[in-house]
């Protein structure tokens, strides 16, 4: 069946580091990728999507690539900021299938 | 209203009670699924709608679970004799038809002592 991986967390990152999230997926056909966020305190809000090979989606300042050949989907964002500390979710939408598959989640801690 | 709305918001339970927990998706969204979430872990499936039918149930993780959806609207998730497993936050989403964006709720936290 489906699944996704995403890397370990807690990340900690001082303000204005290079945030990546690692995250890979197995699915056939060709799924539509997704990262949600959780802020502390609030519900889950979809940060940003792709729905085909090489698009990229993007919020924020947070981008993330669809890859195909890699069956990868890793969140970046050049500068973070300490209202960026949440836990990150990866998902994915199968072909053919409404619910949604998510990652274990990454808890990002950023410091002043 | 302007977003998924959960009921209970929080809500504590003795083992082998049945609980009910309700929601209220965005209108217009004809969609609806359930979510658990474990403390800790991503987020697992549990049931979708798409009106009041139910086409895949598959993530239901026993007969103690059952859930409704009526006038294409409010959903209720039953869970009968309730273990210390079942203790979650339990998570409501909706989309619109043809939409694979789903809108989450705020959850109910299930405390099963």
């Known amino acids: 069946g489906d699944s996704v991986t995403q890397m370990e967390g807690p990340v900690t990152l001082s303000e204005e580091a290079f945030l990546t999230i690692n995250c890979t997926y197995t699915a056939t056909g060709y799924p539509s990728l997704f990262w949600y966020v959780q802020y502390p305190g609030e519900g889950l809000q979809l940060l940003l999507k792709?729905?085909?090979?090489?698009d990229k989606g993007s919020n924020k300042g947070f981008e993330a690539t669809y890859r195909k050949e890699t069956t990868s989907f890793h969140l970046e964002k050049g500068s973070v900021q300490v209202s960026d500390s949440a836990v990150y979710f990866c998902?994915?939408?199968?072909?053919?299938?409404?619910?949604?598959?998510f990652g274990s989640g990454t808890r990002l801690q950023v410091q002043p | 209203g302007a977003g998924v709305s959960q009921s209970p918001s929080n809500k504590v339970t003795e083992k082998g009670k049945d609980v009910e927990l309700r929601c209220d998706p965005i209108?217009?969204?004809?969609?609806l699924y359930w979510y658990r979430q474990r403390l800790g872990q991503g987020l697992e499936f549990l049931i979708y709608f798409q009106g009041n039918s139910a086409p895949d149930k598959s993530g239901l993780p026993s007969d103690r679970f059952s859930a409704e959806r009526t006038g294409e609207s409010v959903s209720t998730l039953t869970i009968q004799r309730t273990q210390q497993e079942d203790s979650a936050v339990y998570l409501c989403a909706s989309s619109y038809p043809g939409y694979n964006e789903q809108f989450f709720g705020p959850g109910t936290r299930l405390t099963v002592l």
């Open positions: 998902a994915l939408s199968g072909t053919g299938r409404r619910a949604l598959t």
């Open positions: 209108s217009g969204h004809t969609a």
């Open positions: 792709a729905t085909k090979a090489d």
